[in-house]
């Protein structure tokens, strides 16, 4: 029999923001309308990055993958006629999360919305930055002060508040494992409440109510049995934590609060209708059960693996929850799976294995330690070269991409140029402009003032919130006040985890990787006694460069090729992400690369691809052959070959020693080398 009272739906968000403030703000009314019950504020690479949209390196980045917020009247604009007190908002914001808590206040506090009752998330998560996303800023410790700020803060002055949001989800992205995921995203919970509670900021009685606020966001995968015990032994683990490590006497505050979007690794380029029915069953994993049941879902859209989904692809996602929550009968049931002998055998068995290698990190000094050393880096590098070399061997099947390839032509993709949105590149000029024009009118005193005293702040021990809150009311921007810190924090290089990646590929004799093992070395020969190598014939090795141009720091396909190339007898130069073309050029040329290899997947191939061609023929070497992979789409691609890329690739390319024998082949092209023929 089902229960009487039937359960309340989940949140239901839909992750959204692109161009400018007044197109978002749009975008989200429109939103709200259809039913939707949370909002999910993307940002741009700039604002996550803490960039102006006038410096260097957010060229061709800005209102790209979300919406650009470089100062208060930007979030004005945001939140114009969308009442802040009555609004429940999750914003995806890391190493600038402090700022843009600070503007959103300070727009409620216009509002005249009562701070006390404002509802919503920071995600705030550092150490899933450093492995895996990529918009870092800050190293460990002062990072983490940031955060440890932030909780003190906001438990205090905006207590319903999630003042962060530990993300496993992009550790998944990045090939974690179930038991990964689980153990890393706890061993980051332990450090955040282990410098919370040292601070001395928090009095005893008061630590159920930091660990009664602590939420997760995490990842979905289409494995929706495995994912579901994921959630159900996470509920149990962080129940054992908070009450042995910490003394919470009080389940609920002990209770393992989350938000989840769904797998977007998992959607294909190839057949993307498929990806709907893969979105509903992630979902599931979820929902179903109801003692470990998502508090906030949001669904990526159908076509995210094309590029950036219209408000028709976000409403169809928005839809599939609106039909589980309100057509069918899940809501009215205790927790189905309770009993099972089966889901109790998983779980225990994820439990077990998750503490014993939160036990191993917690011997290494903990999580931060963790990173700096590299072990969680070059851990989830491997673990997603194994998965792709699954995948590339057939043994993880993905209908559409190795296995039930043929298809009947889709109207959905008929048109391929019209079946996701575009952002107009005219439109970072005039947010650049609008920039410009807010430096020249605010009072630029106070501004500097206010940033004067932050420094101060930053070199002291006081909390950083109150000197964030009078620069946001003061006109400072986003890189201004990020710039202030990093005067006195300095910036961080997260370790690449490719160096210390193991061989997940076999070489062995008839395999794929040893022919082109052989074609690598043959090739390399051939240049030599040509004297056609870089550096005057000095090497008998091939070189290529990987290069990450731009604020984009989705590395996990650029981490694969540099992997698997190493593998395949290239020497690999990978200096990780957030580069200029400038500086991408330079390495080139000092290297004596034979090929650039370029990664993109925020959509600003179309301004720093050709910036990188333009730089090398500068200096003379535009005969270097340069690939592009990422998310581009066709019209795109075939621009890049006009202007004279030698190859693209797009997640259709999903077998990465195929690549790697296709980047020899534009190299013996580029040399003037016959065609590479099989030896008998």
């Given at each position: 029999?089902?229960?009487r ?5 989940w949140l239901m968000?839909t ?8 197109a ?11 039913g ?6 993307a940002?741009d690479l700039p604002?996550?990055?803490g960039?102006?949209?006038?410096h260097?390196?957010a ?8 919406v650009?917020?470089s100062?208060?009247?930007?979030m004005?604009r945001l939140f ?13 914001i890391?190493?600038?999360a ?11 506090e216009e509002?005249?919305a009562d701070?006390?009752r404002l ?6 998560d ?5 492995l ?5 800023v800050f190293?460990p410790?002062?990072?983490l002060?940031l955060?440890?700020?932030m ?7 905006i207590p ?10 992009h550790?998944?992205e990045?090939?974690?494992t179930?038991v990964?995921e689980?153990a890393?995203a706890?061993s ?14 928090i009095?005893?009685?008061r ?7 602590i939420?997760?966001?995490?990842n979905a995968?289409?494995?929706f ?7 159900r032994?996470?509920?149990r683990i962080w ?5 042995e ?8 505050q002990r209770?393992f ?8 690794l998992?959607?294909t380029e190839a ?10 069953l992630?979902m ?8 470990a ?11 995210e693996?094309l590029?950036l ?11 599939i929850q609106?039909?589980?929550a309100?057509?069918?009968d899940l809501?009215?049931?205790a927790?189905?799976?309770d ?10 068995d994820l439990?077990t294995?998750s503490?014993?290698e939160i036990?191993r990190?917690?011997?290494?000094g903990?999580v ?10 070059s851990r989830l ?6 998965r792709?070399?699954?995948i590339?061997?057939?043994?993880e099947?993905i209908v559409?991409?190795n296995?039930y390839?043929?298809?009947?032509p ?6 391929l140029?019209t079946?996701v949105?575009t952002?107009?590149?005219?439109n970072e000029a005039?947010?650049v402009a609008a920039?410009q ?5 605010r009072e630029?005193a ?7 005293a932050?420094?101060k702040?930053?070199?002291g ?11 946001a009311?003061a ?5 201004e006040?990020?710039w202030?810190?990093?005067d ?5 290089r ?7 990646a193991?061989?997940?590929?076999s070489?062995?004799?008839?395999t794929?990787?040893?022919a082109v ?6 090739t390399?020969e051939?240049?030599?006694s040509?004297g056609g ?5 000095r090497?008998l090795?091939?070189?290529l460069?990987v290069?990450?141009?731009g ?5 996990n ?12 007898g290239?020497?690999v130069v990978?200096?990780g992400?957030?580069l ?9 040329l000092a290297e004596?690369v034979?090929?650039v290899g370029?990664?993109i997947?925020?959509?600003?191939h ?6 990188v061609?333009g ?6 070497a535009?005969?270097i052959?340069?690939?592009?992979g990422?998310i ?11 202007a004279?890329?030698?190859?693209v ?5 999903f077998?990465?020693t195929e690549?790697i024998g296709?980047i020899v082949d534009e190299?013996?092209?580029a ?6 023929e099989?030896p008998?």
């Amino acid at each position: 029999m089902p229960d009487r009272q039937k359960d309340r739906p989940w949140l239901m968000r839909t992750y959204a923001g692109h161009s400018t403030a007044e197109a978002s703000n749009e975008l989200y009314r429109r939103n709200l309308a259809k039913g939707q019950t949370g909002l999910s504020v993307a940002f741009d690479l700039p604002t996550q990055t803490g960039y102006d949209p006038d410096h260097v390196l957010a060229r061709g980045e800005v209102g790209r993958v979300g919406v650009p917020v470089s100062h208060l009247g930007d979030m004005r604009r945001l939140f114009q006629d969308i009442p802040l007190e009555r609004t429940n908002t999750s914003m995806t914001i890391n190493a600038t999360a402090m700022w843009l808590l600070a503007l959103y206040q300070v727009v409620a506090e216009e509002q005249g919305a009562d701070i006390g009752r404002l509802q919503g998330t920071t995600q705030n998560d550092i150490v899933k930055e450093y492995l895996s996303r990529g918009t870092h800023v800050f190293p460990p410790v002062p990072s983490l002060r940031l955060t440890t700020d932030m909780i003190t803060y906001t438990v205090n002055h905006i207590p319903k508040w999630n003042p962060i949001n530990i993300c496993s989800y992009h550790l998944q992205e990045a090939g974690a494992t179930p038991v990964q995921e689980i153990a890393y995203a706890m061993s980051t919970a332990i450090a955040v409440l282990d410098a919370v509670f040292a601070s001395g900021r928090i009095p005893e009685e008061r630590k159920g109510d930091v660990v009664g606020r602590i939420s997760f966001f995490v990842n979905a995968g289409v494995r929706f049995i495995e994912e579901m015990c994921k959630m159900r032994a996470f509920s149990r683990i962080w129940d054992r934590i908070t009450r042995e490590r910490y003394g919470i006497e009080d389940a609920r505050q002990r209770r393992f609060r989350y938000g989840v979007q769904v797998n977007s690794l998992g959607l294909t380029e190839a057949q993307p209708e498929n990806n709907v029915q893969r979105i509903v069953l992630e979902m599931l994993a979820v929902t179903l059960s109801k003692d470990a049941r998502a508090r906030a879902v949001q669904l990526p859209a159908w076509n995210e693996a094309l590029g950036l989904p219209r408000p028709w692809d976000q409403q169809w996602s928005l839809r599939i929850q609106q039909v589980l929550a309100h057509e069918s009968d899940l809501l009215e049931y205790a927790d189905i799976f309770d009993g099972s002998r089966v889901i109790e055998a998983k779980v225990a068995d994820l439990v077990t294995e998750s503490f014993a290698e939160i036990d191993r990190i917690e011997a290494m000094g903990g999580v931060m330690t963790a990173v700096e050393s590299g072990y969680l880096k070059s851990r989830l590098v491997a673990s997603h070269a194994e998965r792709r070399a699954r995948i590339e061997s057939g043994e993880e099947k993905i209908v559409g991409v190795n296995c039930y390839e043929s298809t009947e032509p889709s109207p959905l993709t008929a048109d391929l140029d019209t079946a996701v949105m575009t952002v107009d590149p005219a439109n970072e000029a005039g947010v650049v402009a609008a920039l410009q024009s807010w430096r020249v009118n605010r009072e630029e005193a106070r501004a500097t003032d206010a940033l004067t005293a932050l420094k101060k702040a930053a070199a002291g021990t006081d909390n950083l919130m109150a000197a964030t809150l009078e620069c946001a009311r003061a006109g400072v921007t986003t890189g201004e006040w990020s710039w202030a810190l990093r005067d006195v924090f300095g910036e961080f290089r997260a370790p690449t985890g490719v160096g210390g990646a193991p061989i997940a590929v076999s070489a062995e004799t008839g395999t794929a990787l040893a022919a082109v093992r052989e074609k690598v070395a043959r090739t390399a020969e051939e240049l030599t006694s040509a004297g056609g190598a870089p550096g005057g014939g000095r090497r008998l090795r091939l070189r290529l460069l990987v290069g990450k141009p731009g604020l984009d720091g989705h590395s996990n396909g650029a981490e694969q090729i540099a992997v698997r190339a190493r593998d395949a007898g290239f020497e690999v130069v990978y200096q990780g992400i957030r580069l200029t073309p400038e500086q991408i050029v330079s390495a080139a040329l000092a290297e004596d690369v034979h090929c650039v290899g370029l990664s993109i997947l925020s959509g600003s191939h179309a301004a720093l691809v050709p910036e990188v061609l333009g730089r090398l023929r500068e200096a003379g070497a535009g005969d270097i052959p340069v690939i592009v992979g990422g998310i581009i789409p066709n019209a795109d691609a075939e621009e890049l070959r006009a202007a004279g890329v030698a190859a693209v690739f797009t997640p259709k390319d999903f077998g990465i020693t195929e690549i790697i024998g296709r980047i020899v082949d534009e190299i013996r092209t580029a040399n003037k080398l016959d065609p590479w023929e099989v030896p008998a």
